[in-house]
């Protein structure tokens, strides 16, 4: 399918020295600058504390800030400050950390302010920081993310929470904790039980630990997950739950331009700084979320120009469709043509299946049943699935790490990705799980029918998924059913620990490594740790890397973490993907963010080139 060519695209006008450029609310025609974008998986909520999803993830991310975040331009990633004035004063020991806030945020304007002009949203202050983190360990909110909180050794937190937990009480949000300490109104300092180099990247958790006011948490009590209130770009407008989310220009955010740092010899990255520096952000008034769950009508959706873009990790180009975007690597000519622009990269991301350590046929640490997992990984072919199902976009994955990230290794090589039908079968009779009645089917070693359950979901792709483990088992003697759900209600019996295995995505949400292997590490169990795997030597390895400056010794763990995470195979961690990205021609700025969710504001759209190609 093909249209017509466009006009070539204006550029922007230089602007005067030393005078920012104006916000655009609209072209001249008066139509508003609108970004429209899919997801391929419905959110589930808009509390940040209480959501581990991507998709609701992406929207939070750009209601509520953190203390830092990301040049959107530098390469590799460099932190700059977002709420905070300047990057973090640390002790020599990096125990001790001090945040000084700017006096120019503002919360977006809502119903929940109560002060001397109801509705308009108050001013910053360092006490809404101190309580994001808080709302994430109280244990009335069950956050995913408690754990790795709590990791991060705030003096006096866990006991707060413990005794919370103790005692059957609410959490005592007014109790002093001196790890988490209100200098004044603008200056924050945190205080560790052990030494935390890194720290500055939790600072830079988007959303996660983003400012939230405790009056509007009061106001809207179950329902704050519907009604976000932060201090970014943009507010919630409007809400169909699983199939549309409109954003808007928050009013009140506060003065500020684009800039950023990209490496002299980075020609996108300058490119973009020369257009855009000093243009007043968000770039555009409203975003607009169409939940589209299947590939074909995505794909629709892009041709006849209803999204203008298929970008980011929460929906790039759909794998069916990616022989004809991208033959060979390359821009196909007929979206050339329609000035269709294309960013390839590899993903700092993961697909992984994970086994249920505490199911009774796939779970546990004894030689049978670490043998059936292993037996398992190899009986799979993600040679296969990367051919016939990825069509050739991605890469099969050695380990937990992830690309671009601290600790991958490009010349790592393990078993986590190598096929092999003879030693399957071979570590399979070796421990028990034989075919006793002849039917081709093997049984556990106690003679039962060993029979998995793979949960999976209903769109087309997975059916090609589900077709190659199907196929892929068979050859060893593995019966496997699929139970089908669609992603929210999986992640929540996922969470709740009734799934047997399910297969599911991981991106990098900072530079370093160690956040990947979350998913490994016993005391997150229940929340990032799906598979629930507890093992106390990979878990010493875990906190010993946490206190450790960058370096050979680090380094080492690393190899000893991604060798246990092969042993006991708590996770066949699959693929790293390609993501294929396409933007219309009338979307400008565009650059893909490696570990961070928020780029909307960074971007622009010419209504008028939009409304033509309707």
């Not at 360990?137 to 709590?150: C, E, F, G, I, Q």
């Not at 590899?346 to 086994?355: E, N, P, Q, T, V």
């Not at 010349?411 to 092999?420: G, K, L």
């Not at 593995?478 to 929210?488: G, K, L, M, S, T």
């Amino acid at each position: 399918m093909s249209l017509n060519p466009r006009r070539r695209a204006l550029l922007a006008l230089p602007l005067a020295a030393g005078l920012p450029a104006p916000a655009r609310a609209a072209d001249a025609g008066g139509r508003p600058r609108t970004l429209r974008v899919m997801f391929n998986s419905a959110e589930t909520s808009f509390d940040p504390a209480r959501i581990i999803d991507l998709y609701s993830r992406t929207v939070t991310a750009h209601v509520f800030e953190a203390l830092y975040g990301y040049d959107a331009l530098a390469r590799p990633a460099k932190l700059v400050p977002k709420l905070a004035l300047a990057l973090p004063e640390s002790s020599d020991d990096f125990r001790v950390w001090t945040v000084r806030l700017r006096r120019d945020v503002f919360f977006a304007d809502d119903p929940a302010f109560q002060g001397a002009t109801p509705g308009r949203g108050r001013a910053l202050v360092a006490d809404d920081v101190l309580y994001a983190f808080k709302r994430v360990v109280d244990p009335a909110n069950k956050s995913p993310a408690a754990t790795s909180v709590l990791d991060e050794g705030f003096v006096g937190l866990a006991e707060a929470r413990q005794a919370a937990l103790a005692k059957r009480l609410p959490f005592d949000y007014d109790a002093p904790i001196a790890g988490l300490q209100a200098l004044d109104a603008h200056t924050l300092r945190f205080t560790l039980k052990a030494p935390r180099p890194r720290f500055v990247q939790i600072l830079a958790a988007g959303d996660l630990l983003g400012a939230q006011a405790r009056e509007v948490v009061a106001f809207y009590g179950e329902s704050l997950g519907e009604h976000p209130v932060g201090t970014g770009p943009f507010r919630l407008a409007q809400w169909v739950r699983g199939s549309k989310i409109v954003l808007e220009r928050n009013p009140g955010f506060r003065e500020t331009f684009y800039d950023g740092q990209p490496a002299a010899d980075d020609a996108e990255g300058q490119a973009l700084l020369a257009r855009f520096k000093g243009r007043r952000l968000p770039m555009v008034d409203r975003v607009e979320v169409a939940i589209i769950e299947e590939n074909q009508p995505q794909w629709l959706s892009f041709l006849n120009a209803e999204i203008d873009c298929l970008a980011s990790n929460t929906g790039s180009v759909p794998l069916e469709f990616a022989m004809l975007a991208v033959p060979n690597g390359k821009l196909a000519p007929n979206l050339a043509r329609r000035g269709v622009q294309l960013h390839r990269s590899l993903r700092a991301d993961c697909a992984m299946l994970y086994f249920n350590m505490d199911d009774p046929v796939v779970g546990g640490y004894t030689p049978d049943k670490v043998a059936l997992r292993r037996a398992l990984s190899l009986a799979y072919d993600v040679e296969r699935e990367v051919r016939l199902v990825r069509r050739g976009q991605a890469v099969p994955a050695q380990s937990p790490l992830v690309p671009g990230t601290v600790g991958y290794d490009p010349a790592f090589r393990s078993e986590m990705s190598e096929h092999s039908v003879a030693r399957a079968k071979a570590l399979l009779d070796m421990h028990g799980y034989l075919d006793r009645d002849g039917d081709g089917w093997r049984e556990l070693p106690d003679g039962r029918p060993l029979k998995l359950t793979m949960s999976t979901e209903p769109e087309q792709i997975y059916r090609l998924f589900n077709d190659v483990w199907r196929r892929c088992l068979a050859a060893v003697g593995v019966r496997c059913e699929f139970e089908i759900a669609q992603w929210p209600s999986h992640m929540k019996s996922a969470l709740g620990g009734s799934l047997q295995m399910w297969m599911l995505g991981s991106s990098a949400d900072v530079p370093d490594g160690q956040s990947a292997l979350a998913r490994w590490y016993g005391p997150q169990a229940g929340q990032q740790n799906l598979a629930r795997f507890k093992l106390p030597a990979f878990d010493s390895i875990y906190e010993r890397m946490l206190a450790l400056p960058d370096g050979p010794e680090r380094a080492a763990l690393f190899l000893q973490a991604k060798r246990l995470a092969v042993a006991y195979m708590p996770y066949k961690v699959l693929v790293h993907r390609v993501a294929n990205e396409l933007l219309h021609p009338w979307v400008s700025g565009y650059r893909r963010a490696p570990f961070w969710y928020d780029w909307w504001h960074r971007v622009d759209v010419d209504p008028a080139r939009q409304a033509a190609s309707i």
